[in-house]
């Protein structure tokens, strides 16, 4: 019923689009909240409960109401609706090769209500917890004490950090690095904390947030750090059951706190007038595909190049792979754009590479490897460093869609790091088998 659902709602919004670009992203906004209503089911996948909450944060409402009210960033002047709607079509594409992947998969019906299914989960084992929480403060005590070495590029307003040559490498290794090993250790402590229910287990739980807020704080730190830093706890405790919840945060955090939290930290800190508030630069991804899409010549097909272009992110600027396609470094690009920190989303550097097949091929390749996070989900599990890593990745996709992927490249390089430092950290904590289970393997 839900893949029904979806292949009419996409082709519905193919056609509103086609009339006016407005009412096809007013259909994705109404297509989003039907598959969000039909994922609630607790063995649903996460994966794609996580696709279209972005979905309808980034790519719905804000378009819609960015193009019925004229709205235009960057100095780059109104867009005409024939761009905004092939940018549309490239997003509809993405969107349908998402869930092509999902053919032939079972589609989860509500969990029966047995008496395994209603036993509560197992504690940890009381024999040695009180050393992996010592580490982990241990290790938010070492990340926090580094974010003092660079002092200016963490307890500052964001955006001045001098004109150095090695604020890239520092901001990842005094700033972003710290902060999600902050972020990752109070995640693995809250989920530890939850579980046990003592006294102390929640004090440290508690101190490890508190120094989380002091060193994520919105004002200097980039939103990819907060979503790959604190999404997995969401992850972990909504995923699965009350879905509606982290959807519904998702979209809260960003559409209404993010636009608020810029405006503060650009206005009130640098005298910089939003006037496009409401309409935040956070959303100003489908105009700026648009806006390519209408004042920039026709690229060669790049075969692979623009993606590997972008997703070397991690090597020095001399190594980096085809430097030449780098669709934001080009002159022609830059010359219709005020700014050259511009939001690329994936799916429009695989258009790039391969056409209108190339959108197609990305959301196949990503909802196949979201196949297997899917399974690795679960909330019940040992946290270790292979648990927290597929919570970041899952959280990570959040700002992916937005792009480029060269700015979210070392956000979320970074958070994997640090999910696996706090995995090795928590890796003492292990759940007993229940008694069942082990009069069960014993009649085996």
Known sequence: MRTLCFWFGIATAFLCGWANPAWGYAAICVLSLMQLWMLRTPGASVFLLLHYATILTYFSLAPAMQIAADVFFWDTGVIRAEAHTQALVLLLLYMAGVEAARFGMHEPGAPAASAHARRPA????????????????????????????????????????????????????????????????????????????????????????????????????????LLIGLLPLLIHFFGRRRRWMLALVIFGAIA????????????????????????????????????????????????????????????????????????????????????????????????????????????????????????????????????LCTLVLLAAYVPFMRGPILGWGPFAASGLIAAAFAGVLSSRFRRPRSRAAAYASGAA
């Open 122 to 225: 197992a504690e940890p084992q009381a024999v040695g917890v009180a050393h992996p929480v010592l580490l982990l403060l241990s290790g938010i005590v070492a990340a926090f004490a580094s974010l003092f070495i660079r002092p200016e590029l963490n307890f500052i307003a964001r955006g001045d950090v001098g004109g150095e040559v090695s604020v890239p490498i520092d901001l990842i290794f005094y700033s972003m690095l710290p902060k999600l090993l902050v972020l990752m250790c109070f995640v693995a402590l809250a989920i530890h904390a939850w579980r046990r229910r003592t006294i102390w287990s929640w004090c440290a739980a508690g101190l490890a947030l508190a120094m989380s807020a002091a060193a994520a704080n919105p004002v200097n730190t980039p939103r990819q750090i």
């Open 256 to 387: 209404g706190l993010g636009p608020v939290l810029n405006l503060v930290s650009r206005d009130s800190f640098w005298g910089e007038s939003l006037t496009t508030f409401p309409y935040s630069q956070d959303f100003d991804a489908m105009f700026i595909v648009a806006t390519i899409l209408e004042r920039s010549p026709d690229p060669e097909l790049g075969l692979g190049r623009y993606l590997l272009s972008a997703f070397s992110f991690f090597l020095p600027r001399d190594l980096k792979l085809f430097p030449d396609f780098d669709p934001l470094g080009w002159p022609t690009i830059l010359a219709n754009f005020s700014q050259s920190n511009l939001a690329l989303p994936p799916f429009t550097t695989a258009y790039f590479d391969f056409g209108l097949a190339g959108p197609v091929m990305l959301g196949l390749a990503i909802s196949a490897g979201a196949r297997l996070l899917d399974k690795l989900v679960d909330p019940r599990g040992v946290v270790s460093g292979s648990y």
